[in-house]
């Protein structure tokens, strides 16, 4: 029995070589902005320390904070009010753009805007699909912390709260690595099925349902191999994009150097913060950030489109009904 998934490794790079070569310039740009909203760029929220005076207490560990509690309560819970929107802004466009990535793949044009707005009907559907999906493991998460933690801060036995977190550890792990994989299923086969027919996710997937059980052990292989492809794919573009990261942030370092200078040094940005400076060190630190994550987009253009044109191969392989790229898969075969 041949098994599908290791011949389409090879043929994968010979289809993603008929997309990316010869190189231009605006294909690879626009590829990236798809690329960039599919997934695996993140960011390090910027974290800062606080003037904190010690007010001579005895144990010399009671900070004197110039502000109230619910001040503080208030500006975290804003900050995650505004990560939770930008998160599901993220989730939004990018499901959106599962669309335009596979049409740019079938048909090797990539036209970000025209196949955005064709998709769009679809790509709300598979936004609605995917944030229902991750419902399913956020909020069991969130119950059990709420139920730990509770009842533990009421009797003032932290160890409580612990103790039954770790009982259901590996009850997360195994709910998390299912929504996991059912998210990957349906954006690398359940979405290409969406395109060829049409319809929104639940038809997409009782279209492919037969598939995937008639073909189990194939899609089997599948998964493995593709968790060890995204794996190596990490690393390579952790590399690249580490050099690129460096590379780019010494003229960040100059600038901010030169802030620096212009504000007075460290000791009077510390003593007294002013809001001009604040802001011009957020916006170098914005820029440098969002200009790395786009380049880290651009080297993961190569290897996303890799791992798209693997999954279609595969797809058209275990049925022939669902084959996109008829054509390509001829050539290099």
Same mark, same amino acid.
């Given at each position: ?15 993603t ?19 960039f ?82 998709r ?21 998460v969130?119950?059990?912390?709420i ?21 259901? %550890? $590996? +009850?997360?792990?195994v /709910? &998390?690595?299912?929504?996991? #994989?059912v998210d !990957?299923? *349906? ?63 010494i ?8 802030l ?26 914005a ?5 790395l ?7 993961? %253009? $190569? +290897?996303?489109?890799? /791992? &798209?044109?693997?999954?279609? #191969?595969?797809? !058209?392989? *275990? ?15």
């Open positions: 029995m041949p098994w599908y998934a290791v011949e389409a490794l090879d043929d994968a790079i010979e289809t070589k008929a997309l990316l070569l010869p190189v231009e310039v605006r294909t690879w740009l626009k590829l990236a902005i798809v690329v909203f599919l997934g695996g760029a993140s960011a390090s929220p910027p974290t800062g320390g606080g003037n904190f005076q010690f007010t001579g207490e005895p144990d010399g560990l009671t900070p004197d904070i110039p502000v109230s509690m619910d001040t503080v309560i208030a500006v975290v819970l804003a900050i995650v009010a505004v990560a939770i929107l930008l998160w599901l802004l993220f989730i939004l466009v990018g499901s959106v753009m599962e669309f335009a990535f596979v049409e740019s793949l079938r048909t090797r044009e990539v036209h970000v805007r025209g196949y955005a707005s064709e769009l009907g679809q790509g709300l559907r598979l936004f609605g699909f995917r944030v229902v999906l991750y419902l399913l493991f956020v909020l069991p969130a119950g059990l912390v139920l730990a933690f509770v009842p533990a801060v009421l009797s003032g036995s932290p160890s409580i709260a612990l103790g039954t977190l770790l009982l259901f %550890v $590996p +009850v997360l792990l /709910l &998390g690595l299912v929504v996991a #994989l !990957g299923l *349906t954006r690398n086969f359940v979405v290409p099925v969406m395109v060829l027919r049409g319809g929104g996710v639940i038809a997409g997937w009782q279209a492919f349902w037969p598939t995937l059980r008639g073909q189990w052990k194939q899609y089997a292989a599948y998964v493995l191999l593709r968790i060890v492809l995204t794996i190596a794919g990490g690393i390579v573009v952790s590399l690249v994009g580490g050099i690129v990261g460096l590379v780019l942030l003229p960040f370092v100059v600038l901010g150097g030169l620096l200078v212009a504000f007075g040094g460290p000791a009077a940005i510390l003593s007294s913060p002013g809001v001009p400076a604040l802001v011009s060190f957020g916006l170098l630190a820029v440098y950030g969002l200009l994550l786009f380049t880290l987009a651009v080297v993961r %253009v $190569p +290897v996303q489109s890799y /791992l &798209g044109y693997y999954a279609l #191969l595969m797809l !058209g392989d *275990t049925n022939r009904e669902f084959d996109l790229i008829p054509e390509l898969r001829a050539e290099v075969r």
